[in-house]
């Protein structure tokens, strides 16, 4: 069973370079920015991931944190196009363009908003839990929408991607590859992540607080981790996201984001490492499939949504795995 | 500011708490009896708008619109309900979020679908249309007032539904234990459907009496969820007395946040500047709110502690 999830894992991993290599053979760089946006919104989704399948923390605010991934990016790179500093006192900060400095703010700063919302969300459990993650990330949506800073309503545009050292990013090919390898890394860490001490001690929070009390850990303080860890992850896809549309707005943090987040992890499967990957290339392939036949093809998502939770629990890769642990 | 015009928005922020209390209700109600947590009930007062709009297009009656309303988000409560909802008591929250929000998708395309993306206009009443004046010479629009007494009415009603009657008994009992009451002979999934049903009926006729101020739209309805939810999470969860509480706070809260924190700030930073803090703050306002609720008691106002 393990080896046969192994393989459906490799061969979905290899399936994406390979689709972004044909499409590049075939002279179709529309394919290989839908391959990098499932790069990306896989990453999403691999960081939701950590709290939602390994923590059992069903959050339904994770745009936050993509969007403040977003914003980093956005407000980084618009003080670079206009060569107006971020700020002077105390200290001089110029925006920047440059790829590595962005993740490394848009992580820093969607790690910090996830600890102050986690360190308030995860006082509350269950129902609670879902509805406090889900005001918080519409807490950030309205604020992003009335600053009128950083462009308000209509959001911020990129005109140039910012650059990777060594790299021409603008070239569809290699901003996939950035994208991909990113999201191999980060697989590779939630991957070991899952089988450390740490994740362990995750899991048995989830599925017995009580017992992982009694042998001397905090779940409070276990979950809070998760938590920051989750939100980092998807603030540093929200950052690739923007700079692959070269574009930045509140929809970001809208709440019909954390629901397709939330989306992609529970088509391909909670808790499975690779489920995110299965279940962001299945949306968009049916976002392409079904939007080019019918302009309301949100209806048949919807239903095919509603089949997966109703019959098919385990997503994709879990058809055959028999019932998850439960997650409230 | 003049005391008219604060008077005026406290007025406004009652109506906007009374709606809030519409969709809360129903919500709590559902959770506190089924333990469901529905995501789709935006989606029963979209339901609500547009059959009210409808309704009033054909006939030109206000009064046989908001009985379109209530008809149809409680045939289409019940409908989803008998269809999916029941499916879903047993799963765990996410499952329920998951299923509720694809019920959302379906919702909101297929209205998209049937009446198009452009807005419909319900119009107010020519009766009510008028401000009337109450003491102190305030004038305020007829057709809000009428929404605060509606609402409060509602209210009334609700409590004592919930406390005289027999329907009230078995909801309660339903709280507290849903196989005893089964075992008491109460057909439990008939009273569930009924429940649901009830409160899709608030939501739609919360939906079609805002619709009448704002334009009927596909994907109204979320943003008032988002909302209902703030109000039971403050008010605790399962309470209707909390959630009457918790919608008046947030309705106030917000009403009054906009209208006062922007020459707040205005006091002691320049106009400009402070007009863009002061609005934001606003915005998030009934988020802090929130977060202050739980700091001090994680259960809401009025939430068990158990």
């Given at each position: 069973m393990i080896q046969r999830e192994t393989l459906i894992n490799w061969a979905l991993f290899a399936l994406l370079p390979a689709t972004a290599l044909i499409a590049l053979w075939m002279d179709e760089p529309f394919i290989i920015t839908l391959a990098t946006k499932v790069a990306i919104l896989a990453l999403a989704g691999v960081g939701l991931n950590i709290a939602l399948?390994?923590?059992?923390l069903v959050s339904l605010g994770h745009a936050a944190f993509f969007g403040i991934g977003g914003y980093a990016m956005g407000i980084l790179a618009s003080h670079a196009q206009s060569y107006a500093p971020l700020m002077q006192t105390p200290v001089l900060i110029e925006g920047t363009t440059s790829m590595p400095v962005i993740w490394l703010v848009a992580i820093l700063a969607s790690a910090l908003a996830a600890l102050a919302i986690g360190a308030l969300s995860l006082r509350t459990t269950g129902v609670y839990f879902i509805m406090i993650t889900l005001a918080f990330g519409q807490m950030l949506y309205y604020f992003a929408i009335s600053w009128p800073a950083y462009g308000g309503e209509d959001g911020l545009s990129i005109y140039v991607r910012n650059g990777f050292p060594g790299l021409n990013t603008l070239d569809p090919i290699q901003f996939f590859a950035v994208a991909f390898v990113v999201l191999a890394a980060v697989l590779f860490f939630a991957g070991r992540l899952a089988r450390a001490p740490f994740g362990l001690a995750l899991a048995a929070a989830r599925q017995n607080p009580e017992r992982v009390e009694t042998v001397g850990l905090a779940p409070y303080r276990l979950r809070l981790v998760a938590f920051v860890l989750s939100g980092a992850v998807t603030g540093l896809a929200g950052a690739l996201f923007a700079d692959l549309n070269r574009f930045v707005s509140p929809t970001m943090f809208s709440w019909q984001m954390s629901g397709e987040i939330m989306i992609f992890v529970i088509l391909g499967g909670v808790g499975r490492l690779f489920g995110p990957v299965a279940g962001a290339a299945l949306f968009i392939l049916l976002e392409h499939v079904l939007g080019g036949l019918s302009d309301y093809w949100h209806v048949y998502l919807g239903g095919l949504l509603l089949l997966v939770v109703l019959f098919?629990?385990?997503g994709m890769i879990g058809l055959a795995a028999g019932r998850e642990v439960a997650h409230d | 500011m003049s005391l008219i015009l604060l008077i005026e928005q406290v007025l406004n922020g009652l109506q906007f708490g009374v709606m809030l209390f519409l969709m809360a209700a129903g919500l709590t109600l559902i959770f506190g009896v089924m333990g469901l947590i529905n995501l789709a009930h935006g989606s029963l007062y979209m339901v609500g708008a547009f059959a009210a709009a409808a309704v009033a297009g054909l006939t030109g009656s206000f009064v046989l619109a908001l009985l379109a309303s209530l008809i149809a988000a409680a045939a289409a409560g019940a409908l989803v309900e008998l269809l999916?909802?029941?499916?879903?008591?047993?799963?765990?929250h996410l499952d329920q979020v998951l299923a509720t929000f694809a019920l959302i998708l379906m919702f909101s395309e297929g209205t998209r679908w049937v009446f198009g993306s452009f807005p419909l206009f319900l119009d107010i009443p020519a009766a009510l249309a008028q401000p009337v004046s109450l003491p102190g010479g305030i004038l305020y629009p007829a057709y809000r007032l009428l929404i605060i007494a509606i609402g409060l009415a509602i209210a009334v009603g609700l409590f004592q539904l919930i406390a005289r009657t027999r329907i009230g008994i078995q909801i309660r009992a339903g709280e507290a234990d849903r196989e005893m009451i089964a075992a008491l002979g109460v057909d439990i999934s008939k009273l569930y459907t009924l429940v649901f049903a009830l409160g899709a009926a608030l939501a739609g006729l919360a939906g079609a009496l805002v619709g009448a101020i704002q334009s009927v739209q596909v994907g109204m309805g979320e943003p008032v969820l988002i909302l209902a939810f703030v109000v039971i999470v403050i008010g605790g969860i399962g309470s209707i007395k909390g959630a009457l509480v918790g919608a008046l706070l947030v309705g106030l809260t917000d009403t009054l946040g906009g209208v006062l924190l922007p020459p707040l700030f205005a006091t002691f930073m320049e106009a400009s500047s402070a007009s863009s803090v002061g609005s934001s703050l606003a915005s998030m306002s009934i988020y802090i709110l929130m977060a202050a609720v739980l700091l001090y008691k994680p259960t809401g106002l009025f939430g068990s502690t158990t």
């Open positions: 399948g390994l923590g059992g098919a629990r385990g | 999916v909802i029941r499916r879903l008591y047993d799963r765990d």
